[in-house]
């Protein structure tokens, strides 16, 4: 298999459908290794890796642990012996009588010859005797140089043989060490070698174990010392833990245990900073330096994972430094290195531990958003190769009945997990219906389930204040007002300053190139609908259609190419047999936090088509929906949050039966507005239009005819695309009376 990068918006399941399948696979996977640390007697610095199966470490470590401890007392009690006190004292008693046996003989040799040899801090000297007394070096000076001679003589023939004796009295003081050191070693293997053949035929089948036994064994017999001395000296240790560094090294220590693992790791790491991912290396202060060893490694979550799944947040992963660098590295090479990040990347060279790599066996899956998938797909070349598995999650699902049952099966696993009140049909179906306002189609349901459960979660509440059995449609309702109302601060000032008359929006009248356009404000958690008066001016000119909303830079390339888009149309509607010679200004009266985005191109060309016809638009409807250079009005989204905003302006002015909004026909099946929308519209005091296209749009809002296209090129008479083209003809005509004008602007044209 391969390492899988999931894609989808947060709140959508992903992180928990993702770990649920992981764990059902891993349950019938095979447990990984356990892995441990333990000192290298050859290179203290590069502590070896032990793999051992799973369970097995910690009883290793226990073991080992016993081991010691059977070893320290039992290494003192054979060394206070009496048989090792008399087998030491007749070896060093042998010793003594060489080196006696050897001293005598140079001494009597020495004092034939008329010397004594006397024992000074720089070794062994030869002195003259005379008469008895010895002789110094200024009293030999006085002798006859006969007498010098002969005694110069008799010392370096004397002198050659105290050499030769020296030596000797080293071979005999080698010899009597290495076999007291013998004597030692057979003794302490005596008595810890039953211990070492225990653990040996414990663990034969893993030869790592073994040959690490046998260098511990080792370590031991060349420093008994530590032993043989630790309960004599323990007393002067300044501090308690001194006596144990030594013995530290003797210790096994466990990084990853899967004693009480069933089936493979399923490891989640929410804060993939590199040392929890990799591991690292812990230090510890002793008379004010930092010390460490192999018994301060600790392991990543790529060690707890090993053999089995890593789930990764993507961005918090990009978001810390080298994280994702090292990760990669690690898949490719297959291996966990634990070392400090500083020196892996040349920013520290002091000397540190240098544990041996553990082989790395892991499938990783990466949870993150679509763009960030594209971007790393993109931009780095060993992305593909490493993640070449992609996952994505809708934000919606079709609306069926196996869906719906899979649904209220969530919010019933949901209720028993967090002890919950069940819902009732009423509130499943409700639940249900709020699932397809936040999938803005009848057809969906919405994938964002932690939305759907903080929803259920609240509506519990309610349920527990009336003390009923059941979550009702009531409790849901409630819940779903309650969030909406926590949310809503800025709706509200923005109605309260249209019912003042603030903001300037018309109910109830008819205005020549004015009409009310509706928009979506986004505060995060809330959307809104607000409308807002959409006007436009024409007049000679050549200029076309200018956006004030881009001169003014407060608009978005979006709305700008929408803006560009309404040219097309006039141009192929009315300008087959003259020239457009018009300059159209629209607008968004009152807006100053800028505007983005193509909803409202319909609603600018209404308006247009209204100033240049001269006829006026009902401020009772209000309009959203894009338009193509075709005349077709196309789909948009917020509608209901449109529709809700238009209405309770409406609804606060007072419902006269004549109010509602138009929507582009294919935005039908996107409609799930509130119960009390549903009801206005019901009772015939609110309205919805679709339209396909534009002359549907125009008729609805005029109250006259659009009018077709004749066979000569002209329009019906008396109808809406009759009067503008009449219009622009007008205009033509007339913008021929000024040569000039046309002239300068040809010019800044070109300019």
Known sequence: GFNIYVAGSPGTGRTTAVRSFLEEMARIE???????????????????????????????????????????????????????????????????????????KISTEAQKEGFVIQSTPIGLLLIPVIKGKPVTDEQLMRLPEKNQKEIQKKRELLESELRSTMRQLADIEKAGRAELEKMNRDIALYAIGHLVVDLTEKYKDFPDVVAYLTDVQNDILNNLSHFIKEHKASSQASVPWMKEVPLRKYGVNVIVDNSDTKGSPVISEFNPTYQNLFGRVEKEAQFGTLVTDFTMIRGGSLHKANGGYLILRVEELLRNPFSYDGLKRALKNQQIVIEEMEESFGFMTARSLKPQPIPLNVKVVLIGDPFLYQQLYILDMEFNELFKVKAEFDTTMDRTQENIQQYAAFVCALCQKENLKHLDGTGIAKLVEHSSRLAEDQQKLSTQFAEIADIAREANFYALQENSDFVTETHVRKAIEEKIYRSKLIQEKIQEMIKRGIILIDTDMDRVGQVNGLSVISLGDFDFGSPSRVTASVSLGREGIIDIEREAKTGGPIHTKGVLILSGYLSERYAQDKPLSLSARIVFEQNYGGVEGDSASSTELYAILSALSGLPLKQSIAVTGSVNQKGEVQAIGGVNEKIEGFFEVCKTRGLKGNQGVMIPESNVQNLMLKEEIVKAIEDGKFHVYSVKNIDEGIELLTGVKAGKRLEDGSFEKDTVNHKVDQRLKQMAEKLKEFPSFLTEAEKKKED
């Open 30 to 104: 095979t447990v990984p290794s356990d892995w441990c640390y333990v000192n290298n007697f050859s290179h203290g610095h590069e502590p070896k890796a032990i793999r051992l199966p799973p369970g097995r470490g910690k009883e290793f470590q226990r073991d080992m642990k016993n081991f010691i401890e059977n070893v320290r007392t039992a290494l003192p009690k054979a060394f206070e012996s009496e048989d090792y006190a008399k087998k030491s004292e007749t070896t060093i008693q042998a010793i003594e009588n060489q080196r006696k046996e050897l001293t005598d």
